[in-house]
């Protein structure tokens, strides 16, 4: 059983910067493939931005790019995400999400494809 801790969120104008970060325990962290996801009510949970499990491979959601970066800390059982230039539009709860079973280099962007969520963390940006 893999256990996730966000944090990171809060308040921020937009235009300014967000580190969100996730801690797992439980298992191997180099064996699972992580991602984060944001819902924002009345939404479908999205991913933003996934990593693969060698942090060679990795994916982001259109509207993030060249804005969002993912990392991870194999050492530190850690992945983070930092969030640049943010929007109002990026205003959701953000979930860390780790997937397993996936060979080194691959990742998955469908949430029913990931086993253990972390409880969220709340992202606003005033306009």
């Known amino acids: 059983q893999v256990q996730l801790v966000e944090s990171g969120g809060g308040l921020v104008q937009a235009g300014g910067s967000l580190r969100l970060s996730c801690a797992a325990s439980g298992r191997t962290f180099s064996s699972l493939s992580m991602g984060w996801f944001r819902q924002a009510p009345g939404q479908e949970r999205e991913c933003v931005a996934a990593i693969s499990r060698s942090g060679v491979s990795t994916y982001y959601l259109d509207s993030t790019k060249g804005r969002f970066t993912i990392s991870r800390n194999n050492a530190k059982n850690t992945v983070n995400l930092q969030m640049n230039s943010v929007e109002p539009e990026d205003t959701a709860v953000y979930y860390c999400?780790?997937?397993?079973?996936?060979?080194?280099?691959?990742?998955?962007?469908?949430?029913?494809?990931?086993?253990?969520w972390g409880q969220g963390t709340q992202v606003t940006v005033s306009s």
């Open positions: 999400a780790a997937a397993i079973g996936l060979v080194y280099s691959a990742l998955r962007t469908r949430k029913d494809d990931y086993v253990s």
